[in-house]
Nanobody
Framework: QVQLVESGGGSVQAGGSLRLSCAASGRTFSRNVMGWFRQAPGKEREFVAGIIISASGTSTVYAESVKSRFTISRDNAKNTVYLQMNSLKSEDTAVYYC???????????????????WGQGTQVTVSS
């Protein structure tokens, strides 16, 4: 079992920055996929960013809406994944969820249904 705990959410004005953290505990895996998703009120959960650690190295994937503004990274020594969010917009307002999955290949990183573990979420509110 893997436990994921997000932190770092809050309120910020448009154009500002926040850094979210996701600490993993329990049974962790050296090779896996970690992702960030978000869900705004009245909308479906959507993919934000993912980071893949495989035998061939590390790679990242981003939703088009956050490319060049958000950066996903991980600190394996701390079992923590980060989401640095810059140039925030009001449309970034949502509950942000961290997720983990063991399967590395064969399914899109953006597919929420393929993730095995989820955090409880952290609220991000961007005011214009």
């Amino acid at each position: 079992q893997v436990q994921l705990v997000e932190s770092g959410g809050g309120s910020v004005q448009a154009g500002g920055s926040l850094r979210l953290s996701c600490a993993a505990s329990g049974r962790t895996f050296s090779r896996n996929v970690m992702g960030w998703f978000r869900q705004a009120p009245g909308k479906e959960r959507e993919f934000v960013a993912g980071i893949i650690i495989s035998a061939s190295g590390t790679s990242t994937v981003y939703a088009e809406s956050v490319k060049s503004r958000f950066t996903i990274s991980r600190d394996n020594a701390k079992n923590t994944v980060y989401l640095q969010m810059n140039s925030l917009k009001s449309e970034d307002t949502a509950v942000y969820y961290c997720a983990a999955r063991i399967k590395i290949t064969g399914t899109p990183v953006a597919r929420a249904g393929d993730y095995d573990y989820w955090g409880q979420g952290t609220q991000v509110t961007v005011s214009s």
